[in-house]
């Protein structure tokens, strides 16, 4: 079975940095695009950033800069280094994966939680 197991999340700082890490298995790590997305309490679901297996990145327009989706095809790793961290960043995080060509379904992992405060 696919499975993606976040890891990295916690309490932080703002202005700190966090790096979560999604480490994958159960499938072709090669030929799976891997996003990042994130919840915060009351809020809908949003897209966070996302990286092809050539290591192609998007990224949402509030990053302004701040988070970096990078991957590790050896490790079957993807990561999200987050820098300059705000209180509106707090969320759980989640990884997903589908791939290439929209093919097949969507898999998500159980998520971890970032909380930036004071």
């Known amino acids: 079975q696919v499975q993606l197991v976040e890891s990295g999340g916690g309490l932080v700082q703002p202005g700190g940095s966090l790096r979560l890490s999604c480490a994958a298995s159960g499938m072709n790590f090669n030929i799976y695009v891997m996003g990042w997305y994130r919840q915060a309490p009351g809020k809908q679901r949003e897209w966070v950033a996302d990286i092809t297996p050539g290591g192609r990145t998007n990224y949402a327009d509030f990053r302004k800069g701040r988070f970096t989706i990078s991957r590790d095809n050896a490790k079957n790793t993807v990561y999200l280094q987050m820098n300059s961290l705000k209180s509106e960043d707090t969320a759980a995080y989640y990884c997903?994966?589908?791939?290439?060509?929209?093919?097949?379904?969507?898999?998500w992992g159980q998520g971890t939680q970032v909380t930036v405060s004071s």
């Open positions: 997903n994966a589908i791939m290439v060509g929209n093919s097949g379904p969507r898999y």
